[in-house]
């Protein structure tokens, strides 16, 4: 017989927060050992990011943001998909720079910033995350 559903969220659960985990480190590459090949992530920008891309976006973010953090709460699962809120905060030390996203550049404040709060589902594909979505309201 296989894991039962409270097993199976326990799993996914620490999976999400491992890839979290990962991606507050300074080893954040770590965080791909838990997508997989074909990973998405559906975020604020206009089209989806696979992995490498999503990297990127969080290095532009560490280097503006050295202390960057990720707090996570509100987990929940239904079906194949892990529900969660996620906040970012930081001390906004250095530049943020965004123009290879078309949104320019976010001068530095020298002030923490908590970012509010989002709204994630993970969608995975055995015990790795295909897709993660951001489904926050406007």
């Given at each position: 017989m296989g894991p039962t559903f409270e097993e199976l969220?326990?799993?996914?659960?620490?999976?999400?927060?491992?890839?979290?985990?990962?991606?507050?480190?300074?080893?954040?590459?770590?965080?791909?050992?838990?997508?997989?090949?074909?990973?998405?992530?559906?975020?604020?920008?206009?089209?989806?990011?696979?992995?490498?891309?999503?990297?990127?976006?969080?290095?532009?973010?560490?280097?503006?943001?050295?202390?960057?953090?990720?707090?996570l709460s509100n987990f929940r699962m239904e079906a194949n998909v892990v529900k969660l809120t996620v906040q970012l905060s930081g001390t906004n030390s250095g530049h943020l720079d965004l123009r290879s996203l078309g949104i320019g550049v976010v001068p530095r404040s020298d002030r923490f910033v908590i970012f509010p709060n989002a709204n994630y589902e993970f969608v995975f594909q055995g015990n790795l995350i295909a897709l993660q979505r951001d489904v926050s309201p406007v």
């Open positions: 969220f326990m799993d996914r659960m620490d999976i999400v927060k491992a890839y979290y985990a990962a991606l507050d480190s300074d080893e954040m590459e770590q965080a791909l050992q838990y997508l997989t090949e074909t990973y998405q992530l559906v975020d604020f920008i206009p089209q989806a990011m696979d992995s490498e891309a999503m990297l990127g976006l969080m290095r532009l973010f560490r280097a503006a943001m050295p202390n960057l953090k990720h707090s």
